[in-house]
């Protein structure tokens, strides 16, 4: 299936090519990140998801592009269904985008210091520095040992998950993150295809972008 015309800009502007719109910004933002990110909501009778591509220059850090598209379908009552659809979502887009910017000779260089990055966040959602300050965690990030395998190139774009990597919530005694299942079940098949796969709280594209798209 093809996305190449399906998203749009946040004013409501049509791109007719996907692919082509990302392709020009990393050429004029060689240090941008591509992610795709996806939620959804209950309307009625209805669930819809939305997909966003968030491209953010990791170099310059004024701003992000952000677009997308919606898609509804009949209201999917099951939660486990519902967020196994949303990771659907990012492998069928992601896949597709990610396969269509390598066809035209798009790659990336991620610096070390964005590999750092990645291997914190892998190590926080596993459980590790719970009790690190926030003002703390770039000189966390700065001295991680790193290996070959960290340091190992990736695919061109990430994907940014709705889900929860804690089955209890760290704020609320007693709560259980419905989306924990979700986390464990579907995010080790996606890393297992190559990409970045960022959780909460770090996937902007998912938890920002889009919750933005369906609640405004």
């Keep these: ?36 990110g996806c939620d959804s909501i209950q309307v009625r009778r209805r669930t819809i998801y939305a997909v966003t591509v968030m491209i953010y220059d990791t170099e310059v850090k004024k701003g992000a592009h952000v677009v997308f ?3 509804s379908c009949p209201k999917i009552r099951e939660t486990q269904e519902r967020l196994y659809k949303e990771a659907q979502f990012l492998h069928d887009v992601g ?10 000779g798009v790659t990336r260089d991620l610096p070390e210091l964005e590999k750092r990055k990645y291997k914190y966040h892998l190590q926080k959602s596993a459980g590790e520095y719970a009790n690190i ?18 340091l190992m190139d990736t695919k061109v774009i990430d994907l940014h ?5 804690f089955e209890s919530s760290q704020y609320e005694k007693g709560h259980r993150n419905k989306s924990f299942i979700a986390y464990k079940s579907y995010v080790p098949w996606l890393r297992a295809l ?9 996937a902007f594209a998912a938890t920002s972008a889009a919750d933005l798209l369906l609640k405004g």
């Design 1 to 36: 299936m093809s996305y190449k015309d399906r998203f749009k800009k946040f004013g409501g502007e049509q791109i007719p090519d996907v692919v082509e719109y990302i392709k020009d910004i990393m050429y004029r933002e060689p240090g941008s990140v591509v992610s795709v």
């Design 69 to 71: 598209f919606r898609e």
């Design 95 to 104: 896949t597709w985008i990610n396969d269509e910017l390598e066809k035209v």
């Design 133 to 150: 300050e926030l003002h703390n965690e770039e000189a966390v990030v700065r001295n991680l040992v790193m290996t070959d395998v960290d």
């Design 161 to 165: 998950v709705d889900f929860n990597p």
């Design 194 to 202: 190559g990409f970045r796969v960022w959780a909460k709280p770090m």
